[in-house]
């Protein structure tokens, strides 16, 4: 697709998958996806408000319409880049990273889902590895980080897997009730010590200025 829209030319490849710019034709290929729902209604993964349980009414048009919001909505003082993981030429899912107020902080955050028959491979650590060098390399991030509630196992070993420091915890509902979430910190210092020289960029010069850089 054809874009004047910077964000959506940015590319992120490592030798497992690409970050590839949210375009609305992959956006399309994901919804069999959301349709089907990305977790079970017995699984809670994510905070409200959420539409990507089973459950969730309407949720491929809540889901779209929420990207494109955010897509519609960025500023240098608050963005967020929405990613859609390719694996063997297969979207997968979403990788985000968002900012607020990066000009003055410098800090990011993270949002992720792959669908069901992809976890457990390696690809959410892979996936968040890419989104990292994007963010520290990329756009000269000073600090990342990341939640997920306690018993999310996968998402908090993701975090330690790559070297994120707990950073204390926090509330949120989901599913209308309330869950304690574990907070993590990575420093451009602690990334600095495990980066990678096999992931390249494309793309970011380009989308410098519309996030105020």
């Given at each position: 697709?054809?874009?004047?829209?910077?964000?959506?030319?940015?590319?992120?490849?490592?030798?497992?998958?690409?970050?590839?710019?949210?375009?609305?034709?992959?956006?399309?290929?994901?919804?069999?996806?959301?349709?089907?729902?990305?977790?079970?209604?017995?699984?809670?993964?994510?905070?409200?408000?959420?539409?990507?349980?089973?459950?969730?009414?309407?949720?491929?048009?809540?889901?779209?319409?929420?990207?494109?919001?955010?897509?519609?909505?960025?500023?240098?003082?608050?963005?967020?880049?929405?990613?859609?993981?390719?694996?063997?030429?297969?979207?997968?899912?979403?990788?985000?990273?968002?900012?607020?107020?990066?000009?003055?902080?410098?800090?990011?955050?993270?949002?992720?889902?792959?669908?069901?028959?992809?976890?457990?491979?390696?690809?959410?650590?892979?996936?968040?590895?890419?989104?990292?060098?994007?963010?520290?390399d990329g756009l000269g991030?000073?600090?990342?980080?990341?939640?997920?509630?306690?018993?999310?196992?996968?998402s908090n070993r993701v975090?330690?897997?790559?070297?994120y420091q707990p950073n204390?915890?926090?509330?949120?509902?989901?599913?209308?009730?309330?869950?304690?979430?574990?907070?993590?910190?990575?420093?451009?210092?602690?990334?600095?010590?495990?980066?990678?020289?096999?992931?390249?960029?494309?793309?970011?010069?380009?989308?410098?200025?519309?996030?105020?850089?």
């Amino acid at each position: 697709m054809n874009t004047p829209y910077p964000p959506l030319h940015v590319s992120v490849e490592t030798p497992r998958l690409t970050l590839l710019g949210a375009t609305d034709d992959l956006l399309y290929q994901l919804l069999p996806a959301v349709h089907a729902g990305v977790v079970s209604p017995n699984e809670r993964p994510f905070d409200d408000p959420m539409s990507l349980y089973a459950d969730s009414p309407e949720r491929e048009w809540r889901w779209l319409r929420a990207i494109w919001k955010g897509r519609g909505s960025a500023s240098p003082d608050s963005w967020r880049l929405y990613f859609v993981v390719v694996v063997d030429g297969e979207p997968v899912g979403m990788q985000d990273l968002i900012g607020e107020e990066f000009v003055a902080f410098g800090t990011v955050t993270t949002f992720s889902w792959l669908k069901p028959g992809t976890r457990t491979s390696g690809i959410g650590t892979e996936m968040r590895a890419a989104v990292l060098h994007l963010a520290f390399d990329g756009l000269g991030a000073k600090e990342a980080s990341s939640e997920g509630f306690l018993d999310n196992a996968a998402s908090n070993r993701v975090s330690q897997k790559i070297g994120y420091q707990p950073n204390g915890l926090n509330w949120a509902s989901r599913r209308g009730e309330p869950a304690q979430l574990q907070k993590w910190t990575l420093s451009r210092e602690a990334w600095e010590l495990i980066r990678r020289d096999d992931i390249k960029l494309s793309g970011v010069e380009e989308c410098k200025s519309a996030l105020g850089l």
